[in-house]
């Protein structure tokens, strides 16, 4: 019994030190950082407002109003009207653009007009005349810039953190900086440092009062925004964010002051780091970067919105807009600027900075400072020699109850912390709590029988049961350690999703996922595939593990087949329901992949990574750019020779430099028809003329070919091309590739 008692201190002592290494700094867990963000997002959930705060209204460039004035971007002239409009007869206090105006407006033709001048009517007296009269009314970009002088105007720009190879870097005018960074601290102030900016043009950014960056270089790992810079440095300059300026123009505020505190030496040298932004009455707390965690007030439309063509048109209504802060941006999801937050995975852009005003003139800025390190520290430590030496020593009843009553308090602490805008880790306390009650509760359980019921309960989420049994039959043969193995994996995702989700409620949406996706997963399970994740709308299945399949590539390309077929039924059932028609898009790559438990006794991942996982990602997204289901790459090909394939393309991928060869499959070869594969015969002719930059005769061949054809896409791209490339030929040392730079 004392062997025991001593063996699960030492357990629990390792527990501690693997903890106290993520907090110390040593090295930081991954997993521990999610799910520190999950216990945050839970909180700030829990407590939001859910109000709407009428100070902050966002002018809102949403799909009403592109139906109404058109696709944007819109003529300068307009949104110079939008600017007068909100100054005049609205009577707002400031406007902050969330829009980067880095080109010149040519919408009107000006040039076109320039042109005829100098060349074909240059003669002609009445036509100059006429054009000298209209030109003012024609140089947008003019009247845009004096329609800002002298009004309360940010106009938003962005950093950049990084460049790509011979990128300047740089385009447009910066605002005038906040102040030139001290040249004492400049160097180890740990605020973000660009390499490059995207401004606005000169003429539009000089007229303006100031301008306030939109970027935020401090997106969590999984792609929610949590915390934004208020500051940001550029050659040794700092520069606000559009929310900050944004706010300093409502508060007519005549700078902000930077609170710069020592924070010691380190090396032979002291270091720096921000602690408030003060602006008037205005202290806003800020972590060593200069950034905030974003306070949201709720899901989206905790701000009035007002689109931005009532403002156009002078439709709006006054009293929502007299006196108040307006920030110009678009909620329209073609315009791409939605973000995932805490509160929503999908939420506007602009939204964001909104929440940061509100939060600033309501002093809602909650604050982890540097502090907080020193009491994780000291508490885990607490949490884990008083739970170590207390539980062996009381029934399991008692240490149930001991266990609840140290996590209602740490949870206590946390949130009363919490309501005075303090932030307090809550993931790692919680964890060792878990982990330590878990391992003095179960020892002997998880020690003595964890063989079976170890491969049950890991791979049964993953795998068909009747794989599992088949592995538990040999259950020393399994293991979670990564490995590198040859493996098939498929990715499939639902094409227009966003549309999808748009025209349907919560619970017909979900009706309709479940119905999809519980049939796909039979049959990847049917097709001995193994389940990876679901990602919304997306199926991530490989083959080849646990269990070693020498037949993968074989499984995996009929599990898709298949699963083309599953919906053609599934088509017939939505209609009768009246839900959307829905279409997917697979892809299959074949290669060496990194696989195994990625994650940790309490959350577990096991998955696979590596390039030729992020290959079969970047083949589905491709499948809608040639009008197909299914497309597999050679390696894929290669191991399934009894099948019939069509070659699509040589392309080079986001994110590989190497060129690819694409196929979608047909079918196998004794079932295809022979129209089948006289099609086939006459596409491969039209792509060796078209790869040999025989422009004639595989515009020929892929005309007729679209002609016989007109349902296949694949044509018209190859038709779309051959123009361009008469236009602009490719050139002598042409490789035939097709290169993507999106996903």
Known sequence: MQLQRIIRLVLSALILGVLLIDTSGLYKYPFLKQLENWTYDTRLNFTRLDTVDERVVIVDIDENSLAEVGRWPWGRDKLSTIVENLFGPYKVKVVGFDIVFAEKDESSGLDKFEELANTTLKNNSEYKQVLQQIRPTLKHDEIFAN?????????????????????????????????????????????HKSTGYGGNLEILQSSAKSGGYFDNPFVDADGVFRRVPLVQAYKGYLFASLALATTQGYL??????????????????????????????????????????????????????????????????????????????????????????PVQNIYPGVEVHANIISGILDDRIKHKPAWTVGYEFVLLVVIGIGMALLLPLVSPLLAAAATLGITGLVMAGTFIAWNTNLILPLASPLLLIGLIFILHMSYGFFIESRGKRQLANLFGHYIPPELVDEMSESPEEYSLDGENREMTVLFSDVRGFTTISEGMDPKQLTQLMNALLTPMTRVIHKNRGTIDKYMGDCIMAFWGAPIDDPEHAHHALYAAMEMMDELRIMQEDFKQRGWPTVNIGIGLNTGNMNVGNMGSEFRMAYTVLGDAVNLGSRLEGLTKNYGVNIIVSESTKAEIPEFLFRELDLVRVKGKNEPVAIFEPIGHKNDVEKSVTEELSAYRKALKSFRAQSWDNAELDFFNLNRGYPDRYLYTVYLDRIAVYRKDPPGDDWDGVFTHTSK
Not at 150 to 155: A, E, S, T
Not at 282 to 298: E, K, N, S
Not at 318 to 324: E, G, M, S, T
């Open 252 to 341: 007519q505020a005549e700078g902000i002051e930077l609170a710069v505190k020592s924070e010691g030496s380190k090396g032979s040298k002291e270091y720096y780091a921000l602690e408030t932004i003060n602006l008037q009455n205005y202290r806003i707390p800020v972590d060593a970067t200069a950034a905030v965690f974003v306070p949201y007030r709720g899901r989206q439309g905790s701000f009035p919105y007002v689109p931005a063509y009532k403002v156009l048109d002078g439709s709006a209504d006054p009293a929502r807009l007299k006196d108040k802060i307006v920030l110009i941006g678009t909620s329209a999801p073609g315009l791409l600027d939605l973000r995932s937050t």
């Open 147 to 191: 329609s800002l002088v002298g009004k309360n105007v940010v106009m938003g720009y962005y950093f950049k953190a990084s460049l790509q190879e011979g990128e300047s870097g740089v385009t447009g005018l910066l605002p005038p900086a906040l102040t030139r960074m001290d040249a004492q601290w400049s160097e180890r102030l740990p605020v």
